[in-house]
């Protein structure tokens, strides 16, 4: 069983940055390739960014490309997202998620088998 917990979420002005950690327990974190999502009110869970267990490639929603960084520290089980330049529309909970070891790095909510609970994001205009 892995669990995940976010944090660094908050609020913050059109163009600042935020930097989320996600910390994981388990000894299956190393292999397991990581991502991020988030939910804005009303709207489907979508996909944000993705790192394989080695953190040598990850993948990012158009939306996001260039301004949001994934990457991860296995010495620390933990995964970060890396938010620069940000607009109002970011607003949302943003999850991490586990994949089970050894598979690839995913867009897709169904390849995912671990969540966390949220962490609030607000980016005033």
């Known amino acids: 069983q892995v669990q995940l917990v976010e944090s660094g979420g908050g609020l913050v002005q059109a163009g600042g940055s935020l930097r989320l950690s996600c910390a994981a327990s388990g000894r299956t974190f190393s292999t397991s390739p990581m991502g991020w999502f988030r939910q804005a009110p009303g709207k489907e869970r979508e996909f944000v960014a993705a790192?394989?267990?080695?953190?040598?490639?990850?993948y990012y929603a158009d939306s996001v490309k260039g301004r949001f960084t994934i990457s991860r520290d296995n010495a620390k089980n933990t995964v970060y997202l890396q938010m620069d330049s940000l607009k109002p529309e970011d607003t949302a909970v943003y999850y991490c998620?586990?994949?089970?070891?050894?598979?690839?790095?995913?867009?897709?909510?169904?390849?995912?088998?671990?969540w966390g609970q949220g962490t609030q994001v607000t980016v005033s205009s």
């Open positions: 998620a586990a994949r089970p070891p050894y598979h690839t790095a995913s867009n897709y909510r169904r390849d995912y088998a671990y």
């Open positions: 790192i394989t267990y080695s953190g040598g490639t990850t």
